[in-house]
């Protein structure tokens, strides 16, 4: 008989996103600088795709495309919150302290968010061969990955050179059919959260100020997302989408709020997660089983 695979439920990616999404809702940031670490494929992935026009988006969205070096902070560029997701691993160690610069010295944003993964984690990937000379990351093109103790150092450093308050935050701690052997060692993900102490005009330890800003980027494409503008549904119509959308969503009768969210369609009917929670928890056709988790009810 085969072994299952282990797996993440939801997808580590899916975690990821919603941290970073529930972080930024928390903070009511209204604008966000996202330095990427691959071009490749970018603009095709950010235009609005068929379902964006068949069922628009609540709120207007524009994303603004830069190509250049994300060590170098844009001039006149300023937004709420930076994220780099999955970005600082990509850079080399010598190369570090400059993205770090351009995020924490150039942007100044009132809240940051870096996630990169805990390389401990690697223990329970034996293809990793982690604590081995023949040692591999996670991905080909990874510089370095860091442990918990180097992470929360660096993160700490930039809090106290910077003016930030730094917290953390373990993503992906548990997988399904997970090894006999599984080590708990945190999250497969660590991300940290930067909140701003101080005014962005303010001087932090050792700001240099003509080095906050680079020779202009390359623009790429600046790009619109269309807006709904119907009604609202019939409430029979709105339970059979919303147990629609639950029940092609769900693995093995379980489903997560951010599922929901996920269909544009739900977004438009109810404007704000917190209302879809609220609505959620109130159906009979649903049970909660976390905080954003829930299970489908058979129908009586």
């Not at 604590?131 to 591999?136: E, I, L, S």
């Not at 680079?214 to 059979?240: C, D, H, N, T, W």
Request: with cysteine.
């Amino acid at each position: 008989m085969t072994t299952p695979e282990p797996y993440f439920f939801p997808p580590l990616w899916e975690q990821r996103r919603r941290h970073i999404a529930d972080t930024l809702y928390a903070h009511k940031v209204q604008s966000v600088l996202e330095p990427r670490a691959s071009l490749l494929n970018a603009k095709a992935q950010l235009l609005p795709g068929y379902m964006d026009k068949t069922e628009p988006r609540v709120d207007p969205l524009t994303i603004t495309l830069y190509h250049g070096d994300g060590t170098i902070p844009i001039c006149g560029l300023s937004a709420d919150a930076v994220v780099c997701s999955e970005v600082i691993e990509h850079v080399y160690p010598d190369q570090v302290s400059a993205l770090t610069q351009a995020v924490f010295g150039g942007y100044r944003p009132r809240l940051a968010v870096f996630t990169t993964p805990n390389a401990e984690f690697n223990v329970n990937f034996p293809n990793l061969h982690y604590g081995t000379p023949q040692a591999m990351f996670r991905d080909a093109d990874h510089k370095f990955e860091w442990t918990r103790d180097e992470f929360r150092q660096w993160a700490q450093d930039c809090a106290d050179t910077y003016g930030y308050d730094a917290g953390f935050v373990d993503v992906g701690r548990q997988m399904r059919n997970a090894a006999a052997g599984f080590v708990a060692c945190g999250g497969c993900t660590q991300m940290a959260v930067f909140v701003r102490r101080t005014a962005p005009e303010q001087q932090y330890q050792h700001q240099d100020s003509g080095e906050r800003c680079g020779q202009p980027p390359q623009l790429l494409e600046s790009i619109e997302y269309p807006v709904f503008s119907g009604r609202r549904m019939a409430a029979k119509q709105l339970e059979a989408l919303v147990e629609e959308t639950a029940r092609t969503e769900a693995m093995d009768g379980v489903f997560t709020l951010e599922q929901l969210w996920g269909r544009p369609k739900i977004q438009q009917q109810f404007k704000r997660r917190a209302a879809l929670r609220v609505w959620v928890i109130g159906n009979q056709l649903f049970s909660q089983t976390d905080h954003d988790t829930f299970c489908l009810e058979r129908r009586r």
